[in-house]
T-cell receptor, first 114, second 110 residues
Framework: NAGVTQTPKFQVLKTGQSMTLQCAQD?????MYWYRQDPGMGLRLIYY???????DKGEVPNGYNVSRLNKREFSLRLESAAPSQTSVYFC?????????????FGPGTRLTVT | EDKVVQSPLSLVVHEGDTVTLNCSYE??????LLWYKQEKKAPTFLFML????IEKKSGRLSSILDKKELFSILNITATQTGDSAVYLC??????????FGKGTKLTVNP
C-alpha cells in the first residue's frame, strides 16, 4: 500500500517551458487535491477534484490546469512556467471530500523555474 | 473569506519545556479543525477536532478546540529535539476545502 505517490520529486524548468506533475493514490479515495507551499507560508489549494470526472478551482488556480484521469490519478499541468511558480507541490487525497476526514499527503515535488 | 491565523510564527525552546501553539479561525459553517506536523517533507496528521470531539490527547501532545471563541491550541509537554518541526493548523468550513494557516516553526534545542 503506497498511499499517495508523486512524480517527479525534483524538477528544474526554464521560464516558458511546460510540464505535468503526476499524482496517484491507491486507497480508493474519491477526493484529490493539489497544493503549493512557499517558504513561510502554509499550504494553498490550487485545484481539487471531489470525485472522478469533476475538478474545481482552489485559492490559487492561475497558471495551472488539472486532469482527473481516473479515480486513482490527478495530474497538474503548468502550460508556461513562470518563476513565481517555484514552489513545493503536494498532492493529497481523502475518502470523500473533507467532512471531517484527514487528508493523506504525497511526498511533494520541488519545482524550480529559472 | 475563510481565514486561519497561527501564532507565534516561530518559537525556540529548550528540551523539557512545555509549549503552546495557537490557531484562531474565521470560517463559515465550521466542520473540523486539523493539526499537522511537517518536518522536511509532507505534513503528517496529528489531530482532528470537531463539534463532537473538542479535546484530543496523544502522548505528550494534546489539543483543545474552543468553538465559542474560535480558536484551538496545541500543547506539547516535555519537548524533545524530535518535536522540532512546522506545525500547521487547518480548518474545514462550508466551502468543503481546507484552509491552512502559515504554520508555527518550533525549534527545540538540546
Amino acid at each position: 500500500n503506497a498511499g499517495v505517490t508523486q512524480t517527479p520529486k525534483f524538477q528544474v524548468l526554464k521560464t516558458g517551458q511546460s510540464m505535468t506533475l503526476q499524482c496517484a493514490q491507491d486507497m480508493n479515495h474519491n477526493s484529490m487535491y493539489w497544493y503549493r507551499q512557499d517558504p513561510g507560508m502554509g499550504l494553498r489549494l490550487i485545484y481539487y477534484s471531489a470525485s472522478e470526472g469533476t475538478t474545481d478551482k482552489g485559492e490559487v488556480p492561475n497558471g495551472y490546469n488539472v486532469s482527473r484521469l481516473n479515480k486513482r490519478e490527478f495530474s497538474l499541468r503548468l502550460e508556461s512556467a513562470a518563476p513565481s511558480q517555484t514552489s513545493v507541490y503536494f498532492c493529497a487525497s481523502t475518502p470523500r471530500g473533507f467532512l471531517g476526514y484527514e487528508q493523506y499527503f504525497g511526498p511533494g515535488t520541488r519545482l524550480t523555474v529559472t | 473569506e475563510d481565514k486561519v491565523v497561527q501564532s507565534p510564527l516561530s518559537l525556540v525552546v529548550h528540551e523539557g519545556d512545555t509549549v503552546t501553539l495557537n490557531c484562531s479561525y474565521e470560517v463559515t459553517n465550521f466542520r473540523s479543525l486539523l493539526w499537522y506536523k511537517q518536518e522536511k517533507k509532507a505534513p503528517t496528521f496529528l489531530f482532528m477536532l470537531t463539534s463532537s470531539g473538542i479535546e484530543k490527547k496523544s502522548g505528550r501532545l494534546s489539543s483543545i478546540l474552543d468553538k465559542k471563541e474560535l480558536f484551538s491550541i496545541l500543547n506539547i509537554t516535555a519537548t524533545q529535539t524530535g518535536d522540532s518541526a512546522v506545525y500547521l493548523c487547518a480548518v474545514e468550513g462550508g466551502s468543503e476545502k481546507l484552509v491552512f494557516g502559515k504554520g508555527t516553526k518550533l525549534t527545540v534545542n538540546p
